[in-house]
């Protein structure tokens, strides 16, 4: 099993940057993928961005072009550049990884974005 680490987040302005970040640990080497979700009080979690391990990365489209995932398996850490931030975009972010098929999920980190 693996255990998620995240931190970043906080409160910005629409229009700034924020960024997240996410370390793995336990046993790591079983890890397929590590992203991030987000979810708003009351609506269901949604997928934001995600990095596989043969590299392949898939972001949603509302963040496309102002989201930006990055890490390295190698090192087992995951990071979000989240710019142009807007209000909308205020939610709890959880880091998530796939682990020998097994879903593995951060305590999550708030972000909030003041329009």
């Known amino acids: 099993q693996v255990s998620l680490a995240e931190s970043g987040g906080g409160f910005v302005q629409a229009g700034g940057s924020l960024r997240l970040s996410c370390a793995a640990s336990?046993?790591?080497?079983?890890?397929?993928?590590m992203g991030w979700y987000r979810q708003i009080p009351g609506s269901q979690r949604e997928q934001v961005a995600i990095?596989?391990?043969?590299?392949?990365?898939n972001i949603a489209n509302p963040v496309k072009g102002r989201f930006t995932i990055s890490g390295a398996f190698a090192d087992h850490k995951v990071y979000l550049q989240m710019d142009s931030l807007k209000s909308d975009d205020s939610a709890v972010y959880s880091c998530?990884?796939?682990?020998?098929?097994?879903?593995?999920w951060g305590r999550g980190t708030q972000v909030t974005v003041a329009s």
């Open positions: 998530h990884a796939y682990w020998n098929g097994f879903p593995f």
């Open positions: 336990g046993h790591v080497s079983g890890i397929d993928s």
């Open positions: 990095m596989m391990k043969n590299g392949n990365i």
